[in-house]
């Protein structure tokens, strides 16, 4: 497929600003790119040309006639923070190579919709996948795989694409894919290339395997790719890999949110809930020992990129779609507007044009900036709109995101809708009356029903709702009626 006129090279970002991506915490200023250079090949300050060619590349492996990067995406599935345990390869390579942004979240705490966000960079409440059930509201056209294909990319999907995806379904705009749906961690049904079947072994394992093979391919294919790898883990019910099934995992103590006793200021479905301690401790130790396998496959990857000589040159994505509660507020799962359900972890890398290694990026970062990046990184303009922005231009900044939820088939109890304006200081919560019907879209009123306000910085484990029986002087000292104001245009913009 021919390349498009925005694919030109004069038209990606400079290494320049790319490099100002990162905003470290702390002293530490953005490097530039002859010094970031210069610190990663000894103090010689040499140009990015003048490179020496890695060992791959003296062995035969095919040039690159296209400057591009690769984009290699790695999600994974209900993995909150507080995993680094089970990532040491990971935080190994892109911690040391690239950036952490410290202050990432999903922008709707469910698989699909948090999917679909990534893909599109929009929120859910204009992509349309609201639920799990309903993958094909989302418009394929909009999504960054077509954009990137289109633009003369080797597109890959290897693992989970959207729930309750037809398997027999090929999914839009990859050259090549192993989807499986339903997910399993072994012996799993796949969408094997067209063809659909069983294919034995642990599910990491499989996907990660043809992933490899996707990326081998580059030794005789000069275009660039993009491969996205979506792991079972760290989902429930959690079946490790055999050779980690009785790994001994780090005792936790557990954190002032999951011991919290008095939640008369909570809504009514959490001061009713129940989970404990004893439950959260023991799905996160389930949870660490199957990302171990995740761990494995990124220093694969690693290792591959390296073999290739690619590993300069290809950008380099890890997340999760969501986090879960460990008990926190009672609560045991995501779907909450709390910070163990919102935030994931997040770190990318890109040697040869992204920002400084081992930074740390306090932006607030959310999931509608995935697509952004990727199609800024391979210098390709967005046709469709974006509700988020590049991360690699320190320029792109804001001062608070949007999280969204619509109560469905899959709660039985009424937690209702719900949509969050996060701010980098503060996060103010709106419940209302509806949810969602069989076809997927919002019913209700949308009444207000319940409110939360959270003072993040006196407050980081949201212990405290400060609209909780206050007269409307406190609220106006709060600045509620402006966060009020702010969310409904998020929630409309």
Not at 360 to 373: E, G, N
Not at 396 to 418: C, G, I, T
């Amino acid at each position: 497929m021919s390349r498009t006129s925005d694919t030109r090279a004069d038209r990606r970002p400079s290494r320049r600003t790319l490099l100002a991506g990162a905003t470290a915490i702390g002293a530490a200023a953005v490097a530039t790119p002859l010094a970031v250079h210069a610190s990663r090949a000894g103090g010689e300050g040499r140009p990015q040309a003048a490179v020496t060619p890695s060992p791959a590349t003296r062995r035969g492996a095919r040039p690159r006639s296209d400057d591009r990067p690769n984009i290699l995406f790695v999600l994974t599935d209900d993995q909150p923070k507080e995993t680094d345990w089970a990532l040491r390869r990971t935080l190994g390579w892109l911690g040391r190579d690239g950036v952490t942004f410290a202050r990432a979240h999903a922008n709707t705490p469910l698989c699909a919709p948090s999917r679909a966000s990534i893909m599109s960079g929009r929120y859910a409440h204009h992509h349309g996948v609201l639920d799990t059930r309903h993958p094909y509201h989302l418009d394929q056209r909009t999504t960054v795989q077509r954009r990137l294909r289109e633009a003369g990319y080797r597109t890959g999907l290897f693992g989970k694409y959207l729930n309750f995806w037809h398997p027999a379904d090929n999914p839009p705009h990859f050259d090549e894919w192993l989807l499986q749906e339903p997910v399993a961690y072994d012996n799993g049904h796949y969408n094997d290339g067209g063809t659909v079947r069983t294919i034995p072994g642990y599910n990491t394992t499989v996907i990660k395997n043809r992933a490899l093979a996707f990326i081998e391919r580059s030794r005789t294919d000069s275009r660039p790719w993009f491969a996205y790898v979506a792991t079972r883990a760290a989902h429930e019910v959690n079946i490790p890999e055999k050779r980690y099934a009785y790994t001994r995992v780090p005792e936790w103590q557990g954190r002032a949110s999951v011991f919290e006793t008095d939640r008369s200021d909570k809504p009514p479905y959490l001061r009713e809930a129940a989970h404990s301690f004893a439950e959260g401790r023991a799905l996160r130790e389930r949870q660490l020992r199957t990302l171990l396998s995740v761990d494995d496959a990124m220093g694969d990857f690693h290792d591959k990129l390296r073999e290739l000589g690619q590993l300069e040159n290809t950008l380099v994505l890890f997340t999760s779609d969501h986090g879960l509660c460990w008990g926190d507020h009672g609560w045991l799962r995501k779907s909450v507007p709390y910070r163990p359900s919102l935030e994931v972890p997040f770190l990318m890398s890109w040697p040869a044009g992204g920002p400084a290694g081992g930074a740390t990026d306090d932006r607030l970062t959310c999931h509608v900036d995935i697509a952004p990046t990727f199609l800024a990184a391979a210098g390709v303009t967005p046709d469709t709109p974006h509700d988020g922005h590049s991360l690699l231009d320190a320029r792109n900044d804001r001062d608070h995101l949007l999280a969204e939820w619509w109560w469905n088939r899959q709660d039985k109890v009424p937690v209702h809708n719900w949509a969050s304006y996060i701010g980098k200081t503060e996060q103010y919560t709106e419940y209302y009356r509806g949810r969602l019907g069989p076809d997927g879209r919002p019913r209700g009123s949308g009444e207000v029903v319940f409110r939360e306000y959270y003072d993040l910085r006196a407050d980081p484990y949201q212990l405290t709702n400060l609209l909780h029986g206050v007269s409307p002087a406190v609220e106006r000292r709060l600045g509620v009626r402006e966060l009020a104001r702010g969310l409904a245009a998020a929630r409309s913009g």
